[in-house]
């Protein structure tokens, strides 16, 4: 089988490198084992314009923002699905000081926050320190969407669900092979997974775990996002509801933890007056980096394998924008971002 690219991973990262190459006249081939645990089958979806105890605005979020939303759109109207949709973040003030700093980029007219309502919402939450209104936020119905996009590669023949083996690839100076297929270009999109490769194991990942519970809250709005410590975000089901997340930044597996688990129970009693069910306990390996900027472009010595990769947190924000430069970059010649081409690792890369 003779391909243009040959992408590693049906993630986030590697549904939207494939979506925007559908667009152009290049073929491509995706490898994907459709592991549960992965990050993006265990994420909430949540796209969150403003971070920290310090209430700042994420990275180039007012870029991102319009773009994602825009995509999401579009690609959900080609899958026939509802891809995206707009849930302000009520953001429970968990201590006063953080009362404090959310009404003081309040009064300098920060972007994306307002007063939250005068009753917190009473009925369904204990009393605290007030609430802040976080809108524009959005959940990504990646419960939708990953399978959606899947069914159509498999439709047509864009997809093998096998796990990807590195020993049986096989670089050329032009091309790569991997078993029977021959492609001009191998991008590994496949999250954790890629800090394990031959070509990307130097690259700075910082790789974290992070857990969540899936809850029946049969009498909580789903209108909104919840956050307190801990983020409810309604999912795509009646009634369901995703709890989480931690960072472990040490740990010996991908499992999840009865630890987790009881704080996360104690915090939402402290937190939710309402009756709820927890249906499931997931984890998951995040493909950060210690720059927090992700590793995007071809390897300075072996131009035909690529990554596009180092996403963590902020997937469901970045990988529409930065898919659609990457795959310019590679259709085109357009030049990368510099702070995300992973060419500013060369001088680490060359040395594997």
């Known amino acids: 089988?003779?391909?243009?690219?040959?992408?590693?991973?049906?993630?986030?990262?590697?549904?939207?490198?494939?979506?925007?190459?559908?667009?152009?006249?290049?073929?491509?081939?995706?490898?994907?084992?459709?592991?549960?645990?992965?990050?993006?089958?265990?994420?909430?979806?949540?796209?969150?314009?403003?971070?920290?105890?310090?209430?700042?605005?994420?990275?180039?979020?007012?870029?991102?923002?319009?773009?994602?939303?825009?995509?999401?759109?579009?690609?959900?109207?080609d899958l026939g699905i509802n891809a995206i949709s707009r849930k302000p973040i009520l953001d429970f003030f968990s201590a006063p000081d953080i009362k404090i700093a959310f009404e003081s980029r309040l009064e300098k007219g920060e972007d994306y926050i307002s007063k939250g309502p005068d009753d917190l919402l009473s009925h369904f939450f204990h009393p605290g320190f007030g609430c802040g209104i976080i809108d524009p936020a959005y959940t990504v119905h990646l419960d939708k969407l990953l399978p959606a996009w899947q069914k159509r590669l498999e439709e047509k023949g864009q997809l093998r669900k096998e796990r990807f083996e590195e020993n049986e690839l096989v670089v050329n100076q032009d091309s790569i092979t991997y078993r029977d297929i021959i492609a001009h270009r191998i991008i590994y999109c496949d999250g954790a997974e890629a800090s394990q490769s031959r070509f990307f194991s130097r690259l700075p990942f910082a790789m974290h775990k992070g857990e969540a519970l899936i809850l029946e809250i049969p009498d909580l709005p789903k209108e909104n996002i919840y956050k307190k410590g801990l983020t409810l975000v309604p999912l795509s089901g009646d009634n369901l509801f995703w709890l989480g997340s931690n960072y472990i930044w040490e740990f010996d597996n991908a499992l999840p933890t009865e630890g987790y688990r009881a704080v996360a129970i104690q915090k939402?009693?402290?937190?939710?007056?309402?009756?709820?069910?927890?249906?499931?306990?997931?984890?998951?390996?995040?493909?950060?980096?210690?720059?927090?900027?992700?590793?995007?472009?071809?390897?300075?010595?072996?131009?035909?394998?690529?990554?596009?990769?180092?996403?963590?947190?902020?997937?469901?924000?970045?990988?529409?924008?930065?898919?659609?430069?990457?795959?310019?970059?590679?259709?085109?010649?357009?030049?990368?971002?510099?702070?995300?081409?992973?060419?500013?690792?060369?001088?680490?890369?060359?040395?594997?």
Not at 28 to 41: H, Y
Not at 45 to 72: C, H, S
Not at 280 to 309: M, Q, S
Request: proline share 6%; aromatic share 10%.
């Open 268 to 352: 939402l009693d402290n937190w939710l007056k309402l009756p709820y069910k927890i249906l499931d306990h997931k984890a998951a390996v995040r493909p950060a980096t210690i720059e927090r900027r992700p590793f995007i472009g071809l390897h300075p010595l072996y131009p035909v394998v690529g990554i596009f990769n180092g996403m963590g947190t902020k997937g469901c924000s970045l990988t529409p924008y930065f898919g659609d430069q990457f795959v310019q970059h590679l259709v085109k010649g357009n030049e990368l971002m510099p702070l995300v081409d992973v060419g500013r690792f060369g001088r680490v890369l060359r040395l594997g």
């Open 1 to 77: 089988m003779l391909v243009d690219y040959l992408i590693i991973g049906q993630g986030i990262a590697g549904t939207w490198l494939s979506y925007f190459l559908s667009k152009t006249d290049k073929t491509f081939l995706v490898i994907d084992e459709a592991d549960p645990s992965s990050s993006s089958r265990v994420a909430a979806g949540l796209i969150n314009p403003v971070t920290g105890r310090r209430v700042v605005k994420t990275w180039m979020i007012d870029e991102l923002l319009p773009f994602a939303e825009k995509q999401y759109d579009r690609m959900g109207a």
